[in-house]
Every structure is written in structure tokens, then in C-alpha cells.
């Protein structure tokens, strides 16, 4: 199992909610300080910024997925080449993964197996990308095979769009540094995070 499940961390929480509610997503859950929101195909957890934290003026976006078994993920990848190791995610247990530049992500253990409609593709009425901007996109693609995700396709700058089996998608671009962003669709609109850009 493997679902696309990226966070946003934001000083916005009660617009950036009444945003993505508007676009069609179904709340999954919501404790006040975090929500999590269901496409039919990828999932986003929002966060709301600490008053602690205030350079987080708008949205910061984190590469993230669901699992269904730590234990089992964590030596297939290893297996595979990429470093991962069970780590406590901020709703519980879960791993972590760390490319060879250092960036890393983690993943949410999850029992939710439902799968996307068997022609869900990113062009479709709703689907969530996440998009993980680096200078070295050989070594990402790797580490999203690595883990499980599925090949779609091969970008013109060397990247490539991933997809993950139990819903949601991950593009690899090139940039100047590693950062992520993320393009939200839903029934024709399109909501974007990240890149200086929330639009």
C-alpha cells in the first residue's frame, strides 16, 4: 500500500480549510490544530503554524504518504537501495525515508486500503501531486521507485511522474533547490501550493 498524503503546514488554517472544502474535499478529520482531506485519489493534512513558528507566513508544503505496514515497507525499500527506518510520524507511528542529498519525508501508517477509480489519472476530475522539486532528479526517481510508487511517465527535463496504488501522484522536476509543491484538483479546478505561488 501506498497513498499520496502531503502536508501543509500553514498561518492560514481556517482559509486554507474553507479552501479545500470548496473545492469538493471530504474532511476526513480535524482536531482544530490539523485536518486531513480526502480526493478519492491522494490525501492532504493541513497544519495549522504554532504561534511559535512565525516564519511560516503562508504555507509551507512537506512531501509525505500513508503505508500500510512499517516493518515491511522499511526492509523493501532498504532492500531496494534507498535509506528508511520506522520513525513516529505527528499522528502516530509510521517511517521516515531519506534520499542521498539528505531530504526526507515520512509516512503515516495507515489502515485505509481503498483504492482510486482503476482510470484515475492526473488529467482526471480530481487527484492530488505532489511535485518534489531537486538538482538531482536521477537520484529521486529512484527513491520513488524505491518505495513503490509506479512509473507513468518520463518529463522533458529528466523528471518523471510517479503514481502510488492506493491513490495520488508524485512528479519529479528540476530546480535550483529541493523543495516540494502541490497541485490539488477536483470536478475542473485546480488548487496550487507552493513555488512563491498559492493561487
Given at each position: 500500500m501506498l497513498r499520496v498524503r502531503?502536508?501543509?503546514?500553514?498561518s492560514n488554517f481556517t482559509q486554507t480549510v474553507a479552501q479545500l472544502r470548496e473545492l469538493g474535499l471530504?474532511?476526513?478529520?480535524?482536531?482544530?490544530?490539523?485536518?486531513e482531506f480526502d480526493s478519492g485519489n491522494g490525501k492532504v493534512v493541513l497544519r495549522r503554524a504554532s504561534a511559535d513558528n512565525p516564519s511560516v507566513e503562508s504555507h509551507s508544503i512537506?512531501?509525505?504518504?500513508?503505508?500500510?505496514?512499517?516493518?515491511?515497507?522499511?526492509?523493501?525499500?532498504?532492500e531496494d537501495g534507498t535509506h528508511a527506518e520506522e520513525a513516529h510520524t505527528f499522528t502516530g507511528p509510521g517511517a521516515r525515508v531519506t534520499a542521498p542529498d539528505g531530504f526526507s519525508f515520512?509516512?503515516?501508517?495507515?489502515?485505509?486500503l481503498r483504492l482510486p477509480e482503476p482510470d484515475a489519472v492526473p488529467s482526471a476530475p480530481?487527484?492530488?501531486?505532489?511535485i518534489w522539486r531537486t538538482p538531482d532528479l536521477g537520484a529521486a526517481n529512484k527513491v520513488l521507485a524505491d518505495i513503490g510508487a509506479k512509473f507513468v511517465q518520463e518529463n522533458s527535463d529528466g523528471g518523471a511522474l510517479f503514481r502510488a496504488k492506493n491513490g495520488g501522484f508524485v512528479a519529479t522536476a528540476k530546480g535550483a533547490v529541493t523543495g516540494v509543491e502541490l497541485e490539488i484538483k477536483h470536478q475542473g479546478e485546480t488548487l496550487t501550493f507552493g513555488a512563491e505561488s498559492e493561487s
Open positions: 502531503p502536508i501543509i503546514l500553514t471530504s474532511r476526513l478529520e480535524n482536531d482544530g490544530d490539523w485536518a512537506s512531501l509525505a504518504f500513508e503505508v500500510r505496514d512499517c516493518e515491511i515497507f522499511v526492509r523493501r525499500t532498504l515520512e509516512l503515516a501508517a495507515s489502515e485505509d480530481s487527484a492530488v501531486t505532489a
